[in-house]
């Protein structure tokens, strides 16, 4: 059965940096889409980041552009999620998620599969 | 403030007819691009509902339905059951500014 399961999150300072992986099994990493998605505590759902599957389109939300960065390894079946100069509003729950597009050229798509989410705490 | 605006909360009783509301605008949902919907129970991940407006994945009931019309979208669910008590998400696209998958407020159904 499909699985992703994220690790990697924890307690970073401001200004710090964190690497998040997702581990994906239960069908082939390379034939999908995938995106990160995070929740603030007690918040809605915020999307984050979305790749094709060659990792060739990449897209990002205005709120991390320019400090997250996105990354696959298809033979290794995982995805990943560079952050960098991390702030207290990136504190929340980062879900990775199976995405399924429904347009070629934008970041339209709906997830089909997530995670348990990692929690990542941003905090002096 | 969502894109996507959702009521915070919804109420029913076992066995009742529940429904979501999802307003949006010209630039998501007005302009055509389709609706989904999560379900979020309570310390879990959220789980795929509906897709393209009122698809269900295999394994949701078909107690679970979807719509769309002009700037809004619905949720339905028939028969509802104590174990529905959960936070649900509607999602879209939105072509405005860079453009952005966008997420509802959410809104939590509780089961009287």
């Known amino acids: 059965q499909v699985q992703l399961v994220e690790s990697g999150g924890g307690l970073v300072k401001p200004g710090g940096s964190l690497r998040l992986s997702c581990a994906a099994s239960?069908?082939?990493?390379?034939?999908?889409?995938m995106s990160w998605i995070r929740q603030a505590p007690g918040k809605g759902l915020e999307w984050v980041s979305y790749?094709?599957?060659?990792?060739?389109?990449?897209y990002y939300a205005d709120s991390v552009k320019g400090r997250f960065t996105i990354s696959r390894d298809n033979a290794k079946n995982s995805l990943y999620m560079q952050m960098n100069s991390l702030r207290a509003e990136d504190t929340a729950v980062y879900y990775c998620?199976?995405?399924?597009?429904?347009?070629?050229?934008?970041?339209?798509?709906?997830?089909?599969?997530w995670g348990q989410g990692t929690l990542v705490t941003v905090s002096s | 403030q969502s894109v996507l605006t959702q009521p915070p909360s919804v109420s029913g009783a076992p066995g009742q007819r529940v429904t979501f509301s999802c307003t949006g605008s010209?630039?998501?949902?007005?302009?055509?691009?389709?609706v989904h919907w999560y379900q979020q129970l309570p310390g879990t991940a959220p789980k795929l509902l509906i897709y393209?407006?009122?698809n269900r994945p295999s394994g949701v009931p078909d107690r679970f339905s979807g719509s769309k019309s002009g700037t809004s979208a619905s949720l339905a669910i028939t028969g509802l059951q104590a174990e529905d008590e959960a936070d649900y998400y509607c999602?879209?696209?939105?072509?405005?500014?860079?453009?952005?998958?966008?997420f509802g407020g959410g809104t939590k159904l509780t089961v009287l």
């Open positions: 010209s630039s998501n949902i007005g302009a055509g691009y389709d």
């Open positions: 393209g407006n009122r």
């Open positions: 239960g069908f082939t990493l390379s034939h999908y889409y």
């Open positions: 790749m094709s599957s060659s990792g060739s389109i990449v």
């Open positions: 998620g199976r995405a399924i597009p429904t347009y070629h050229d934008i970041p339209s798509a709906y997830f089909d599969y």
């Open positions: 999602q879209s696209y939105d072509s405005s500014l860079s453009g952005s998958v966008i």
